[in-house]
């Protein structure tokens, strides 16, 4: 593998590595459907606005999400959108596995 390649693989393994959270999943998939306030977050999450801010951070990090603060709110929508459209494969993944541990309990 030449450099060139392995600094591509190593940008890909950042955005995967910030995805790989399930609390940095989720707040991805809450954005699909339009920008979120942390307050928005800390509304619907079991945390402090310092952990939801660094969360939201690792995501900006990795180019995953973008930030636009509006007075003494910060709102953060999808980069990409098309960042989870990978999801539906994971999720056959997951369904693919089950199946098969299901059979061999039987």
């Not at 995967?16 to 306030?37: I, N, S």
């Not at 953060?76 to 089950?98: D, G, H, T, W």
Request: glycine share 2%.
């Amino acid at each position: 593998m030449n450099e060139e390649t392995k600094r591509i693989y190593e940008a890909k393994a950042k955005v995967l590595k910030a995805l790989a959270h399930p609390t940095r999943l989720w707040m991805a998939e809450q954005l699909v459907d339009g920008e979120r306030c942390v307050c928005e977050f800390a509304d619907q999450i079991d945390a402090d606005f310092s952990t939801i801010s660094k969360h939201l951070a690792v995501l900006r990090q990795a180019g995953i999400v973008e930030d636009d603060k509006r007075g003494k709110q910060v709102y953060y929508r999808l980069k990409v959108p098309c960042i989870l459209n990978f999801m539906s494969c994971i999720e056959s993944v997951i369904e693919s596995q089950a199946k098969t541990h299901a059979a061999l309990l039987q």
